[in-house]
């Protein structure tokens, strides 16, 4: 179901898309800011994030009240039974991708895609599944707008953190930032999803770089 209106506590209120299963009930907000290109423009994009969040405190309070859940649901044609909520901002962009604001885990809507329609991560080094299974399962959303879900942790696992400095008027000034070790990324691939495909001289050959960088 998609940009259903309710009212909740004399307060409005729209989610943008609903999915029910037997056992689940998913919010999901979806915002499609541009691509910041400034400071200004990133906090812009920050907007977008903390109403999406405030929209979705507000719809898990509603759905949490029996009172409310079971007419609403009734008008959808669903049955009323115990569910477990889960919520998610879904982003144009990957910004704030892997980010939790309230609670609630960002996810941006390529990867989305990904993991309800093929499940497959897409490199020019290989391919792996993400699927539990050979076929989608909802245990795979549930993992990937979880806390802990893999695919981020092995992206976050392989940023490699590096320091720039100026010097102006005496004072030392240190900026951190980080970097994506591909090769890192493909062995915390390797541990935590199945290897579809893999062009081992490519892998080699990173392999055999980041090993002369280091001698």
Request: charged content about 25%.
């Amino acid at each position: 179901f998609t940009n259903k209106k309710f009212k909740y506590n004399n307060r409005n209120g729209e989610i943008d898309v609903i999915l029910i299963t037997d056992d689940s009930l998913y919010l999901f907000e979806c915002k499609a800011p541009l691509e910041p290109t400034s400071n200004f423009e990133l906090r812009s994009t920050n907007d977008h994030i903390c109403k999406a969040a405030n929209q979705l405190t507000y719809s898990s309070q509603a759905f949490a009240d029996e009172e409310f859940r079971k007419p609403f649901l009734k008008c959808l044609g669903v049955e009323e039974k115990a569910r477990t909520v889960y919520t998610c901002i879904v982003m144009g962009n990957r910004i704030f991708n892997g980010y939790m604001a309230l609670s609630h885990p960002i996810r941006y809507i390529g990867e989305l895609d990904m993991i309800v329609n093929n499940g497959i991560i897409r490199s020019n080094i290989g391919e792996w599944s993400c699927w539990k299974n050979s076929s989608f399962c909802e245990k795979d959303l549930i993992d990937f707008i979880s806390p802990d879900d893999k695919l981020h942790r092995a992206n976050f696992d392989a940023m490699v953190e590096y320091k720039e400095y100026m010097h102006i008027k005496g004072k030392k000034i240190e900026l951190s930032s980080y970097i994506f070790d591909t090769y890192q990324a493909v062995l915390n691939y390797d541990k935590c999803f199945s290897i579809v495909s893999r062009d081992e001289e490519k892998f080699n050959s990173i392999k055999q770089n980041i090993e002369n960088s280091r001698s």
